[in-house]
């Protein structure tokens, strides 16, 4: 069975979705892998290292796409720039695999379908045990929240750390995150190695607990959230008037940072809005707030997705795709999660697309040209399937 990867196309992702690490385990597994002249350079892996690895270059996209399997880290869906341009390419009863964004746009997500290809989509893995190998989401959230504190720490006009100088002390930059799912924690974790004081917040309990085990004060407000979580563990959408409260609780602590990272969204939904432009206001100049969540609407009133801008003195970062600005790590873990999924496909050098199977069932959007996800097609209103 061949494993095709074609370069990814989304404009300035640099990432790969196979490293040449992943092809012994993948070839001992029966597979045989054809990568896209140049694919890894960009997050340095040279052609030569997958060629040593028994891979095949092809220059061809095309002839890519020719494969039985393709993985790409955005697919058509999530590459909402130049995914389309691959949907040609796509043949029926092949295997895509990558972030496809499912609930997106409707029409994207029927046009997938339409083409017949049978695509997993690894935002619909699983938070579970079993499957926390193939999570790529958590594995780009690490790398994002990691990101997200350097493109602070860059932006930012002080030091981080507390130095004692002969010049006198620097005291250390107050870090806010607002959100502390799998990339806050790691942006609280990255700040604190940075030296900064850390403070955070989110509106699940749980998340107290893993804020303080790794040094930041949990800031408490005097509201709680209407069944924070669901069974998958991510947050549940509040009511306008939940938001309105939390915006007027958050206000001291946003304008007793120095940063603001926000990482709170809610799968599928609009992200809340949660720093206004008055509390920007009321920041110190020279401030950064970096939104994690620009993509999807914005935690912050006034940032603007994929631009960086400087308004009321405050430099607010509209970050998107951040996970694709460190390719090497980023494409190292997502290339092991899609070896781990990849190998739970297979039995005996064989595919085996058990629906039984939890992985597989939640995972698989498209088949036979329909949207088969049972979640996927709820979240769009679209009747159940009966089979
Ligand atoms: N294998 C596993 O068991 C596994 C792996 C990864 C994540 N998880 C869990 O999955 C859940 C989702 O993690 P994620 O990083 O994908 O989250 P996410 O990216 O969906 O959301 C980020 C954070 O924003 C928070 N948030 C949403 N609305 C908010 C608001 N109005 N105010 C404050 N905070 C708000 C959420 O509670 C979450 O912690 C978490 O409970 C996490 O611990 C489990």
Do not use: W
Not at 188 to 205: E, F, K, M, N, Q
Not at 220 to 229: F, N, S, T, V, Y
Not at 372 to 377: D, Q, S, Y
């Amino acid at each position: 069975m061949i494993i095709g990867v074609p370069k990814e196309s989304y404009p300035g992702d640099r990432r790969v979705a196979l490293v040449p690490a992943v092809l012994p385990t993948l070839t001992k597994a029966g597979f045989e892998v054809h990568v896209q002249t140049g694919a890894g350079i960009e997050a340095g892996y040279p052609d030569s290292q997958y060629a040593d690895k028994g891979a095949k270059l092809i220059a061809d996209r095309a002839a890519v796409f020719a494969a039985d399997i393709v993985v790409q880290v955005l697919c058509y869906g999530s590459n909402d720039v130049t995914g389309k341009e691959d949907v040609p390419f796509f043949r029926r009863d092949q295997i895509l695999i990558g972030f496809l964004r499912p609930f997106g746009s409707l029409d994207v997500v029927q046009e997938i379908a339409r083409a017949g290809v049978t695509a997993f989509s690894v935002e619909l893995m699983p938070r579970t045990t079993r499957a926390q190998s193939m999570d790529a989401l958590s594995s780009m959230g690490t790398v994002c929240g990691y990101k997200a504190v350097l493109l602070a720490a860059d932006s930012h006009p002080r030091i981080f750390p507390m130095l004692t100088t002969a010049a006198g002390t620097v005291t250390p930059a107050r870090v806010f995150v607002i959100g502390a799912g799998v990339a806050g924690l790691q942006a609280i974790a990255t700040a604190r190695r940075l030296g900064a004081v850390i403070s955070a917040y989110d509106l699940r309990p749980a998340a107290k607990e893993q804020v303080q085990s790794l040094g930041g004060r949990f800031v408490e407000l005097p509201i709680e959230a209407k069944d924070a979580q669901d069974a998958r563990g991510y947050a549940t959408a509040q009511d306008e008037d939940f938001y309105r409260r939390q915006r007027e609780l958050l206000g001291k602590a946003v304008q007793e940072s120095d940063v603001v990272i926000t990482a709170a969204v809610i799968p599928g939904k609009k992200s809340p809005v949660l720093v206004t432009e008055d509390m920007v206001k009321g920041m110190a100049p020279g401030s950064v707030i970096v939104d994690l969540a620009a993509e999807r609407g914005g935690n912050c009133e006034i940032s603007e997705a994929g631009k960086t801008v400087v308004k009321h003195g405050v430099t607010i970062i509209g970050a998107i795709n951040v996970a694709a600005g460190v390719p090497y790590h980023a494409s190292m873990m997502y290339a092991r999660n899609i070896t781990a999924f990849l190998t739970h496909l297979i039995k005996g050098q064989k595919l085996n697309l058990n629906p039984e199977d939890e992985i597989v069932r939640e995972t698989l959007l498209t088949r036979g040209g329909e949207i088969v996800n049972a979640r996927v097609r709820e979240f769009f209103t679209l009747p159940a399937l009966t089979s």
